[in-house]
């Protein structure tokens, strides 16, 4: 029983010690050795970037080198690090560590137990089980660890916009957050160069309107607006919107998930009891988006919101395969939305 005890209690100081020494991508800064983990390519890149300009700008003439751990040959690591004539700083970026060979594992455990002073050592890791004992000495070792998991919900997503917007002094509204993250957050990095363009080029707050005319045309956008006009009752424009979709070649397929999407947290709302705030925190969304659903709910009734709910469920098993006509399948759900949306 004591050994079990034992046993649990090294378990969750390891855990406290990991959690201790894990930091924001956007935190990310230069230290001897420095881990970034996790497999969103583009949160890694930026992170590594940020440490090697914060590293360049401490010290102009820091000495780069790049390895990589799959293709690594023993020895390379020390014959890297190993003081220079000229006492210059070094930067060593090591990819690929979810592929390292033994050569390297041996040779980065052997580093870590005595780090060089005037070194920044930044290992990339993507996931993956390969090289956990090199990861666990890491985080016993107490150095940082940079998490990049990707983002996967749209709470995520608007917080991500919503952050690159205030690290460039830029404003965006709420609801122009939203529909950029509807137009572009399938991809990180496309999305994250969407933020970039729409800073560059907007002399003002970023609206709603101005995301709808540069990214408006994609499907992700139209899906959204077939979705937002059958939420607020407004049967002809979702239908004449989704019937323009459908002529010019966008899929049933994600038209039928915006609905689901926009169903789910109206859903969610609904059943929530407390401030906009509280629900949002114990949900993962956007104050301002609970704020939004609270109003939509309004129009809706139990009844209307659960025959919704159902009609969407069948029109994605339809339009997934398990019917002939999946523009009848998506037509009837949009109209079946619309309808129950004016019932009070």
């Not at 020494?21 to 583009?42: K, M, T």
């Not at 980065?108 to 990339?124: F, G, M, N, S, T």
């Not at 049967?235 to 459908?246: D, E, M, Q, V, W």
Request: with cysteine; charged share 25%; net charge neutral.
């Amino acid at each position: 029983m004591a050994a079990a005890q034992n046993s649990r209690n090294k378990s969750e100081a390891r855990a406290k010690g990991a959690a201790a020494n894990s930091v924001g991508w956007r935190d990310a800064s230069p230290a001897p050795v420095v881990l970034i983990a996790g497999p969103e390519e583009y949160l890694g890149i930026r992170a590594m970037d940020r440490i090697r300009a914060e590293v360049r700008s401490a010290t102009p003439d820091v000495e780069l080198t790049k390895l990589n751990a799959a293709s690594y040959e023993a020895g390379s690591l020390a014959m890297t690090v190993a003081p220079s004539l000229f006492g210059e700083g070094k930067l060593v970026e090591v990819e690929g560590l979810e592929s390292m060979n033994d050569a390297f594992l041996a040779d980065a455990i052997k580093y870590l137990a005595q780090p060089e002073d005037d070194v920044v050592l930044v290992l990339r890791h993507a996931g993956g089980v390969r090289g956990k004992k090199l990861l666990d000495a890491v985080k016993a070792g107490g150095w940082p660890v940079v998490d990049c998991q990707p983002l996967k919900k749209d709470a995520d997503k608007t917080s991500f916009v919503v952050a690159e917007f205030k690290a460039s002094g830029r404003r965006i509204q709420g609801d122009a957050v939203q529909a950029l993250v509807n137009a572009v957050g399938a991809n990180l990095s496309e999305l994250a160069a969407a933020c970039s363009q729409l800073i560059a080029d907007a002399t003002t707050a970023v609206t709603a309107e101005t995301v709808d005319r540069y990214y408006g045309g994609r499907v992700e956008a139209t899906a959204f607006k077939v979705a937002d006009a059958a939420m607020s009752g407004n049967g002809p424009l979702a239908l004449s919107t989704l019937r323009h979709a459908l002529s010019t070649g966008v899929d049933p397929v994600p038209l039928v998930a915006a609905l689901a999407a926009k169903l789910r947290t109206l859903a969610k709302v609904a059943g929530a009891r407390g401030s906009s705030a509280s629900i949002a925190k114990n949900l993962g969304m956007q104050p301002w988006l609970v704020e939004q659903a609270q109003r939509d709910v309004r129009r809706w009734t139990p009844e209307g919101l659960i025959r919704s709910i159902q009609v969407i469920a069948e029109a994605d098993a339809q339009v997934k395969g398990l019917s002939r006509d999946p523009v009848y399948a998506v037509e009837h759900a949009v109209t079946v939305i619309a309808t129950s949306a004016q019932r009070r």
